[in-house]
């Protein structure tokens, strides 16, 4: 194991640095500063929890007021900010509301200030990845952090240590913890036999990136004699045996030759312009030096420390020097010659436990932040897999991201039921077969659900077990990785279904009882768990559990260039009756005692760190209970998500099929319930059928219509049907459509995965493409294409004021519905037996409409009823629905035509 006692005393610290004992603990934990000797190793503190000392007599934010001044009152109007703004923009008027916007306000702020007492910045809040887990170092070892605040010791075993918790995993001085519960473990790399040690602390290697680039066969001392004889000007900074003459000079002036070798022994130190005054006065009798003019700007504004400035002289001659950063490369070597020197501290492909010594007694657990994990299978328990491939066969990028739409047509996806066969899918296979079939439908996102690691199989994803890897079931996070770049490459967004609502109960593999105790990650007590699902429910209040979640949303924006998610069920975080209640519409339901205030603000910090970080970022709101302002701006009092669900859709839609006679169905409901709120509907996502519809016991509504048809009447009734349902439900809401994975062709199975009511069989996990050949299916493909096209060539859900359709015919009697959007015309005539020769719909403008699609041509499995001369039909001025002019259009029963304005005509 590398020494801690031998890294070089200091490297050059910028000269207008604000050097505090604050800024020190924090330059080191960037990797700017190298520790002095035996300089107490703060690494996880700095980073991950900032336990940093604050100076004597330095104001905590904690202390600050929390009162809202009018100051600062006026600071917020001034910057945009207003807590209650979405409901003054929508004239809602609810005292009670209004103050608990005003209030969560207020706790968001306080929040925010508390946060930046751990964190440099929310950025920061949002980049655990960066430190915590497992990490190669430059100093020839690997870093294991992972948060345990129950703990009393923390260890790695593994396969690469013979499973010892002891052996190798954690020595005295390598490892310990802050006062957060902040683990951190040293493993080293060792040096094979006959091999000596790098005599430099720059001698760095290629891990990821160069593979086998800086082999120069130079030495170390020619190097750095290089760089001294052609760089460096007199009086500059030099390398001179292991250490930066400048730098340890300054050190030395600042600390004295036997300065503070630990955080406890550097104490207090005054601030640098006192230090500065001093020093001037110390050395103003000394003779001039050649080193470069530099002095304080005293311009009378207040800065950040102090800066400085140099003669013109000296800016000419840094300006026209170039970089010496081709001495430093050449101080770098290759992965070949890494492995040739050295013995990796923990190998790619590792299987490794963390080892905690708790009041309850010893625990193995697979690590909180592990980035790859194999479930328990076979008898054989859970670990993780170390995954650091060699460069040469590590994943890398070919496509950028493609442009982010204005409109969405998403295409859902469960990879392990994507195959034909039963079975279970993998990554791989589902990028050969599924994703073209995407390109091909005229979809320009996937949304997957289930990727997250997941012990069970049968729960479809949705009980997480480790939130940072990818499941192993479908192959490794480089076949993930291939399947995002592919899906790019062909202009599909990839979004994932993200369950940060609750978690897994499960104990070894998951998060419940991490370190032993009851309320690590969760609310301890019944909040801590669902009462209906069985799952954990985060304690969205601890700061740690915001670094968790938040750096889990960014970690899959960083590493696997995922464009956005959809939260999962955002009622059962939302409210302590976990959203089964009744909800009458009254805004005091949304902010009363059930209310999770903590879950709220952790929304409000998700979206507005994912959309700083990402600006292109997708984010999608899952939730029954329609909480107001989902999709308002958080400055405005919002949540700040880009769409939300529309729920009702398709349970509407079912409730119709399995317990509404054809004849009753309501005209008005339909176009109530999909318009939903009409100040909101430009963010709203609709579908006629998710996954819910289809998965472990429910009915697709293929399955419906179309698996009972027994003659063919019947099929051409549930056909007419599943076409009429889904044109409308795409074209008469907002900017974004969703839609299972078979659904568009009349999948008529549903799903059912492997458990103990089907004896685990498979017969029902997956998906049979071979229909898409011929008959029905086919046809219903061909119709799910041209509604598609619709959109892909006319931009059809972005049609209308404000984007919006107008809707100006709803006839409950004879069961049409037609509406408006933009240059189109939309006719549904839903009624069971009764077809119209010549109905009257009112338009807006006098012209030629032509049939764009029509539901019942033959070439979507139709009757062909609309002959072609009847495909045109020109408007006569009869004010009808309110307009000047109306189309008089054939309408046979359960069809649907959409007419499209191809000439004007001046009236």
Request: charge should be negative; charged fraction near 25%; glycine fraction near 8%.
């Amino acid at each position: 194991m590398i020494s801690l006692t031998n890294p070089p005393q200091i490297s050059s610290l910028p000269l207008n640095s604000s050097f505090s004992k604050r800024n020190y603990t924090n330059l080191y934990s960037y990797g700017r500063v190298f520790l002095p000797p035996n300089f107490k190793n703060n690494r996880c503190r700095g980073k991950c929890s900032a336990t940093q000392s604050q100076p004597e007599g330095s104001k905590q934010r904690s202390e600050r007021p929390r009162k809202k001044t009018q100051q600062q009152m006026d600071t917020d109007k001034k910057d945009g900010i207003d807590p209650v703004g979405f409901l003054n923009k929508e004239g809602i008027t609810n005292k009670a509301f209004a103050q608990f916007l005003r209030e969560r306000y207020k706790a968001l702020k306080d929040l925010k200030d508390e946060i930046l007492n751990r964190h440099l910045n929310l950025q920061e809040l949002a980049s655990g990845f960066e430190i915590l887990g497992m990490h190669r170092n430059v100093q020839h070892r690997v870093d294991y952090v992972d948060w345990a605040p129950g703990a009393r010791y923390c260890s790695l075993m593994g396969d690469f240590n013979g499973w010892s918790p002891t052996e190798n995993a954690a020595r005295e001085g390598h490892f310990g913890h802050d006062d957060y519960g902040y683990w951190f473990i040293i493993l080293e790399d060792k040096l094979r036999d006959g091999e000596e040690p790098d005599q430099v602390y720059f001698q760095q290697y290629n891990y990821v990136d160069e593979y086998d680039k800086g082999d120069s066969g130079v030495t170390i001392e020619e190097i750095f004699k290089k760089a001294n004889d052609e760089y460096w000007e007199p009086g500059e900074d030099r390398f001179i045996k292991s250490r930066y003459e400048l730098a340890a000079k300054l050190y030395e002036q600042i600390f004295g030759p036997n300065g503070p070798q630990t955080e406890e022994e550097l104490e207090d130190i005054p601030d640098p312009e006192t230090r500065y005054k001093a020093w001037k006065e110390e050395h103003k009798d000394d003779p001039p030096s050649n080193l470069p003019s530099y002095d304080v700007i005293d311009d009378g504004k207040e800065h950040d420390g102090f800066e400085v400035v140099s003669d013109p002289v000296t800016s000419e001659r840094f300006k026209t020097k170039k970089s010496p950063i081709a001495y430093w490369l050449e101080t770098r070597k290759g992965r070949k010659a890494w492995l040739e020197k050295y013995t990796p501290g923990i190998p790619h492909g590792s299987k490794y436990r963390v080892y905690f010594n708790t009041p309850m007694g010893p625990l193995e657990r697979v690590p909180a932040w592990a980035t790859y994990v194999i479930p328990e299978a076979h008898g054989n328990q859970s670990f993780a897999v170390h995954w650091e491939p060699p460069p040469e066969s590590a994943y890398k990028w070919r496509h950028k991201h493609p442009p982010k739409p204005k409109s969405l047509r998403i295409y859902e996806c469960h990879v392990g039921i994507s195959g034909q066969e039963p079975g279970i899918s993998t990554f791989k296979e589902f990028t050969k077969n599924v994703l073209t079939h995407v390109k091909e439908a005229g979809y320009n996102a996937i949304q997957l659900i289930g990727v997250l690691e997941h012990k069970d199989y049968f729960t479809v994803g949705y009980r997480v077990t480790n939130f940072f890897a990818v499941s192993s079931r479908f192959g490794t996070p480089d076949d993930f990785k291939h399947l995002v770049d592919e899906a790019h490459g062909l202009g599909l967004l990839v979004f994932l279904d993200i369950v940060h609502s609750y978690a897994a109960a499960d104990e070894m593999v998951g998060l419940s009882y991490f370190d032993g105790s009851n309320d690590c990650y969760f609310h301890s007590g019944k909040r801590g768990n669902h009462k209906f699902w069985g799952t954990r429910m985060f304690k969205y209040g601890d700061h740690d559990v915001l670094h968790f979640l938040l750096s889990n949303l960014n970690w899959w924006m960083v590493e696997y260039q995922i464009d956005g998610f959809y939260f999962h069920s955002l009622s059962s975080m939302m409210y302590t009756h976990n959203g089964f209640a009744t909800f009458t519409g009254d805004m005091e339901e949304y902010c009363n005692q059930y209310v999770d205030t903590d879950a709220l603000l952790y929304l409000i910090l998700a979206n507005e760190i994912l959309h700083v970080l990402h600006p292109n970022v997708v984010t999608i709101a899952e939730d029954v209970t329609l909480y107001p302002g989902l999709c308002e701006a958080t400055s405005q009092g919002g949540l700040g998500f880009d769409y939300f669900v529309n729920n009702s859709a398709s349970e509407m839609w079912l409730s119709f099929l399995e317990k509404v006679p054809e004849r009753e169905w309501s005209m008005s409901k339909i176009v109530s319930t999909l318009i939903g709120n009409k100040n909101n509907a430009h963010k709203m996502l609709l579908y006629a059928e998710n996954h819910n519809q289809s998965i472990s016991g429910g009915r697709s509504f293929a399955e419906i219509l179309i698996g009972s048809a027994n003659t063919e009447g019947s099929l051409l009734r549930g056909c007419s049907l599943h076409k009429m349902i889904r044109l409308i439900t795409f074209t008469i809401g907002g900017p974004a459509y969703l839609n299972f994975m078979g659904n568009e062709f009349g999948h008529p199975k549903k799903v059912e995965f492997p458990m103990s009511s089907n004896k685990f069989s498979y017969s029902l996990a997956n998906r049979r493409w071979e229909l898409l050949k011929d008959g029905v299916h086919s046809t219903l493909f061909a119709f799910e294409k041209d509604m598609m096209k619709l959109d892909a060539d006319d931009r059809i859900l972005l049609r209308g004021s404000k984007g919006l359709p107008n809707i100006h015919h709803v006839d409950d009697t004879k069961m049409v519905i037609s509406y408006l959007r933009g240059p189109f015309l939309f006719v549904y005539n839903f009624h069971p037996t009764n077809s119209y020769e010549r109905y009257s719909i009112g338009v807006e403008e006098a012209g030629e409409y032509q049939i764009a699609i029509n539901t019942d041509e033959k070439i979507y499995g139709g009757q062909g009823l609309i002959s072609q001369d009847q495909y045109v039909q020109r408007t006569i001025s009869r004010r009808t629905d309110g307009a000047r002019f109306c189309v008089e259009v054939p309408l046979p029963s359960r069809t649907a035509q959409v007419y499209k304005l191809t000439r004007i005509l001046r009236v």
